[in-house]
């Protein structure tokens, strides 16, 4: 049975209600079971359970430290082209924004991957709107195969696709993929996504199911925290987690914890979760999921990002840039905009989108960030609170 036909199945709303009525009583209860089972996971996030936040936070951080030492991984969004056939109302690449765009080429992925590179990454996260015209399977697969030989971990977070076109992606030299399902509620995602292959939320869903089956080793998953109720999506990115740990055991599952950030077309978000409850979640799923990686990008501050990462977290982002070229400069005299796929050149005068000068580069950004830190200063302030910061991979923690 695939995840959606079990997602289906399950009675959301009730475990939503279930967490708000948990008592304090069963809360504390759950917090000192020896093993969480998956029905104890709405009262580790229910507000009873909020109240204990630094109980959470002790056991979090051992078991966090049991099983992957003292170490984070970090990692670098490599952003490829901001082109997209989808309109997703809080995205700043979304079709109809008149942004400024770029796809890069080759040699100017190699330009950005080697400026990554000489910062210490090893892991790269290649990231891409959904442009068939602009973003190929081909043009992926060459931008793989271009990396392979210096990057050990290529991850890629682009347009769903059939099994089979994710084989030869594979076989080029990428092991993860990461797929945010953005919102888990069905009426929400319906409003958000209003144009594009991406209406279809049950092909978005079953993604990680079709990369494992193509050969995928490192799968991540999320909602977008601030479309939907954030305790329905926990639930639900939970039972996600829960089902691919069950049926894709070869891989190593990761959850991230996306909140909306500022971006082109000024979306404002629809739900609230605070600053508090993100940390409640990191708790809650590193208690509920002992061995899955927590991951937390540049849409947090420093200060939040310090203070979460002893609770959980075991990879993170640091000196992210998320517009093409945002690294060296690569394709900013490419810089256009599109129209109904069609590359519409810049006018010339003022306008909202007209190119700044003083910017590396042009293209417009999917989101603001929060943690403007470059990278070997995140990796200072890891070490100075304990960690190992690993840059490669977490075997190789244990020699570099
Ligand atoms: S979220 Fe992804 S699919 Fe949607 S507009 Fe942005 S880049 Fe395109």
């Avoid at 959470?56 to 430290?65: D, I, P, V, Y």
């Avoid at 059939?162 to 993929?177: C, F, I, M, Q, S």
């Avoid at 989108?353 to 200063?377: K, M």
């Amino acid at each position: 049975m695939s995840f959606v036909a079990e997602f289906n199945t399950l009675p959301l709303d009730a475990f939503v209600k279930k967490s708000l009525a948990t008592s304090s009583v069963a809360a504390r209860e759950t917090l000192g079971k020896s093993k969480i089972l998956p029905a104890d996971f709405a009262a580790l996030i229910s507000p009873a359970a909020g109240e204990l936040l630094e109980t959470m936070g002790r056991k979090a951080h051992t078991m966090t430290q049991q099983r992957f030492g003292k170490t984070i991984r970090l990692f670098a969004p490599l952003y490829l082209s901001n082109e997209c056939v989808n309109n997703c109302a809080y995205c700043g690449f979304s079709r109809d924004n008149p942004i400024l765009r770029v796809t890069l080429s080759l040699d100017e992925v190699r330009r950005e991957a080697e400026e990554l590179k000489s910062q210490g990454f090893r892991n790269i996260l290649l990231v891409a709107g959904e442009h068939p015209k602009f973003v190929s399977n081909h043009y992926l697969r060459d931008c793989i195969a271009a990396l392979h030989a210096d990057w050990p971990g290529i991850s890629l977070e682009v347009g769903p696709m059939e099994t089979d076109d994710y084989r030869p992606l594979v076989a080029a030299g990428a092991d993860g993929l990461v797929v945010y399902q953005e919102t888990y509620d069905r009426k929400v995602y319906a409003d958000m996504h209003t144009a594009g292959p991406k209406r279809n939320f049950d092909w978005r869903l079953e993604t990680p199911e079709r990369a494992y089956a193509a050969g995928f080793r490192r799968l991540g998953i999320s909602p977008l925290y601030g479309l939907a109720d954030w305790r329905y999506e926990a639930l639900s990115v939970a039972a996600h987690a829960d089902y691919l740990l069950r049926h894709c055991w070869k891989a190593a599952v990761t959850i991230s914890l996306p909140r909306l950030r500022p971006c082109a077309g000024e979306f404002e978000p629809l739900t609230h979760m605070s600053d508090r409850e993100l940390a409640q979640l990191v708790c809650a799923f590193r208690l509920m999921f002992p061995d899955v990686g927590i991951v937390l990008s540049t849409r947090e501050t420093p200060k939040l990002r310090d203070g979460l990462l002893p609770l959980g977290v075991t990879m993170m982002s640091a000196g992210s840039h998320t517009e093409p070229g945002g690294y060296t400069g690569a394709g900013k005299e490419k810089i256009h905009h599109t129209e109904r796929g069609r590359i519409v050149e810049l006018a010339s005068g003022a306008s909202e989108w007209a190119p700044q000068p003083d910017r590396a580069t042009n293209a417009t950004g999917q989101f603001n960030i929060a943690d403007e830190r470059p990278a070997a200063e995140v990796a200072e302030l890891i070490r100075k609170l304990g960690y190992e910061p690993v840059w490669k991979d977490w075997d190789a923690a244990l020699t570099t």
